[in-house]
């Protein structure tokens, strides 16, 4: 096999190429929150469907959690 050393940034680039998502959410007090989140990726395009990760401790996941909606937004 022929292998190619690269830099850690170069190699970083390979692993996360997908559009940065906003996900905004809202607590049950009603503050509200956008949380950048790289780890996305399509599942279906009919219908559209998106999927993230978000780390369980995070307050974006506990609001999902909590209030069962929340909102995908990609930049262009």
């Excluded at 950048?36 to 219908?47: A, K, L, Q, R």
């Excluded at 999927?51 to 930049?75: D, L, W």
Aim: proline share 7%.
């Amino acid at each position: 096999m022929l292998y190619k050393k690269m830099d850690t940034d170069s190699a970083y680039r390979l692993l996360n190429h997908g559009p940065l998502a906003l996900v905004s959410t809202r607590s049950g007090r009603g503050e509200y929150d956008i949380a950048p989140v790289m780890w996305n990726c399509p599942v279906n395009d009919e219908p559209a469907q998106l999927m993230v990760a978000v780390y369980e401790g995070h307050k974006t996941f506990k609001n999902i959690r909590a209030n069962k909606e929340f909102i995908i937004s990609v930049p262009v």
